[in-house]
């Protein structure tokens, strides 16, 4: 089991900065690739960037250039730096994991923090 626990949302005006931080607990381990997911007004959940089972990261065309994606060594902290930020931004952010273990692969979700871009 994994527990996700986003935070660092808030209300932003066009063009300003955030950063997003995730903390991962419990089989950490088990974790073979992270990512961040949002979900706008009235729409569809979505990717925003994740890190795959190699390590390398993927990143959506909507914001490659703007967002930036990292962690650190142990697995356990992942964040999302959100630069140039425009009203199409705001969304609910989701932290996802994929567990893989035994040959039993499982995602999982944090609660989701709001990002609110508006002037």
């Known amino acids: 089991q994994v527990q996700l626990v986003e935070s660092g949302g808030g209300l932003v005006q066009p063009g300003g900065s955030l950063r997003l931080s995730c903390a991962a607990s419990g089989s950490i381990d088990s974790i073979n690739a992270m990512g961040w997911y949002r979900q706008p007004p009235e729409k569809e959940r979505e990717l925003v960037a994740r890190?795959?089972?190699?390590?390398?990261?993927k990143y959506a065309d909507s914001v490659k250039g703007r967002f930036s994606i990292s962690r650190n060594n142990a697995k356990n902290m992942m964040w999302l730096q959100m630069n140039s930020l425009k009203p199409e931004d705001t969304a609910v952010y989701y932290c996802?994991?994929?567990?893989?273990?035994?040959?039993?692969?499982?995602?999982?979700w944090g609660r989701g923090t709001q990002v609110t871009v508006s002037s």
């Open positions: 996802n994991a994929v567990t893989y273990y035994g040959g039993f692969s499982n995602d999982y």
């Open positions: 890190f795959t089972i190699s390590g390398t990261t």
